[in-house]
């Protein structure tokens, strides 16, 4: 099975301590990139987070975002640390005995930092749930790809059965093209009204039609055909080597079109061309 490099998921979980969503999404890269966003309270999962991406992906730049919402209902109870408050309170007198002036209200002893406590979530006991929403994520993330890089593989063999109708096309023409070229040469030598050696003229018929004989082209193109479609059934992370057989694709593409003779000849390799221009589009977004 193929991948695609772009897909989006997301996931939202609930419990006592609040609520959480992930998302993730990708689109196509040469390498595995990862950016994470999340509360800072949960930056220590980043290295966990980092990992379990690179076993489970191998290309593509991948974003995921965490958005936290602490349950209201976790932090109603507040506690007052009656010793700093104390404190505080001793020394707002001081000040006040030493200064002559001065005075510190209740609530200003309240918003003091540490004097109003309130319980600590057990941070191990959410993270432990984050992590097994976000493995669920990642599942529904892959399964998002794999959808994706079925369509695109449809796509593609739709083309690679079309490059193959165009090769089986052209091998058709040749015997007939050879033809017509021979009668036209000898055409044109008679309307000129000049006179070569016999074995000269078909000595240079011959090579003529050597340098048009497109016959090691077409084989390869069906060699590629079946290279391809045997690295789409392979599946797994395939995009570079499809990217290099679309390399070759274009190479005996480029060499029908040049050594072409015929109008429909040459009408073929630009479709040839086409057809391996959309796979290469497709290509791009494959893991």
């Not at 209740?106 to 600590?120: C, I, S, Y």
Request: charged share 30%; net charge negative; with cysteine.
């Amino acid at each position: 099975m193929i991948h695609s490099m772009t897909a989006y998921a997301r996931r939202e979980v609930k419990a006592d301590w609040g609520t959480a969503v992930w998302e993730i999404r990708s689109v196509n890269q040469r390498y595995l990139e990862t950016y994470l966003r999340m509360p800072e309270q949960f930056r220590s999962l980043e290295p966990v987070l980092r990992e379990r991406f690179r076993k489970r992906l191998a290309r593509g730049k991948v974003e995921c975002n965490l958005r936290f919402e602490v349950n209201p209902a976790t932090n109603t109870e507040l506690k007052i640390n009656e010793d700093l408050a104390k404190q505080v309170i001793n020394a707002a007198k001081w000040v006040k005995e030493t200064a002559g002036e001065g005075n510190v209200g209740p609530f200003q002893v309240l918003n003091w930092p540490g004097v109003m406590e309130a319980p600590e979530q057990d941070l191990d006991a959410i993270n432990k749930d984050l992590l097994s929403a976000f493995d669920s994520t990642v599942d529904d993330f892959i399964a998002a790809r794999a959808s994706e890089g079925e369509n695109m593989k449809a796509l593609i063999d739709q083309r690679l059965e079309a490059i193959s109708v165009e090769a089986t096309k052209v091998r058709s023409m040749m015997p007939e093209v050879i033809k017509w070229q021979r009668e036209r040469i000898m055409t044109r030598l008679e309307e000129a009204k000049v006179e070569l050696d016999a074995n000269r003229i078909e000595q240079e018929l011959i090579m003529l039609a050597q340098k048009s004989d497109v016959a090691e082209e077409l084989d390869r193109l069906d060699s590629h055909v079946k290279e391809t479609q045997k690295i789409m059934k392979k599946g797994g992370a395939c995009g570079r080597r499809l990217d290099f057989m679309m390399q070759e694709f274009n190479r005996e593409s480029n060499t029908l079109a040049s050594k072409s003779i015929n109008t429909e000849i040459t009408a073929a390799a630009v479709e040839l061309k086409v057809l391996i221009e959309q796979m290469r589009e497709q290509i791009q977004n494959i893991e």
